[in-house]
């Protein structure tokens, strides 16, 4: 008799999380992914409510099916969490990343690097006689594609933001 293993497919999802601003809840929702061994691709973390003093994490994972469903009931179970969306099942999104991208070199190099900053619509936001700075704004895809092209052109250092998203149309978190 032959069994077949079905493996089930890998896939990345953002999920955003409602809490209370108050010390320790980050590392509390940190501590469930370590804990359990998920990985984090990316967080990035706000206030988004003074009034009501809640911030809007969102963390950006990879899982099974079933880990991600895992993930979001024990984010659920810790408190002061007040609501866990995954924006990738729960329906259309837009997500964004920021980066700053540091580029040095001379010459013909510093006009590949204006021109294919310019096709990728980053902006200039410091320039030096050997660097520019460059702002690139987009889904993590084209961030990452920035970077790439500019690494033979005198990539020097890359700060990113994390993944920021939200659901679009006209109902709220």
């Known amino acids: 008799m032959t069994t077949t293993k079905c493996k089930e497919e890998i896939r990345r999802h953002t999920i955003a999380v409602l809490v209370d601003n108050e010390a320790g809840v980050l590392a509390r929702v940190i501590g469930l992914f370590s804990g359990r061994g998920y990985n ?62 540091k580029v040095a070199g001379k010459g013909e190099q510093r006009t590949q690097a204006l021109q294919i900053a310019d ?8 320039a030096t ?19 790439r092209v500019m690494e033979p052109l005198g990539l020097v250092e890359v700060s990113r933001t994390g993944v920021v998203a ?8």
């Open 119 to 126: 096709a990728y619509r980053a902006r200039t936001v410091d």
């Open 40 to 101: 984090i691709e990316s967080l990035t973390v706000a206030q988004v409510d003074r009034e009501e003093n809640r911030s809007r994490i969102t963390i950006v994972t990879s899982g099974t099916q079933m880990i991600i469903e895992q993930i979001k009931h024990q984010l659920r179970r810790l408190v002061p969490i007040h609501k866990v969306a995954d924006l990738t099942l729960d329906g259309p999104h837009v997500e964004r990343e920021l980066a700053l991208i």
């Open 166 to 173: 939200i659901a679009r149309g006209g109902q709220a978190f």
């Open 129 to 147: 006689n050997d660097s520019f700075v460059f702002e690139v704004v987009g889904a993590t895809e084209k961030v990452d594609a920035f970077i």
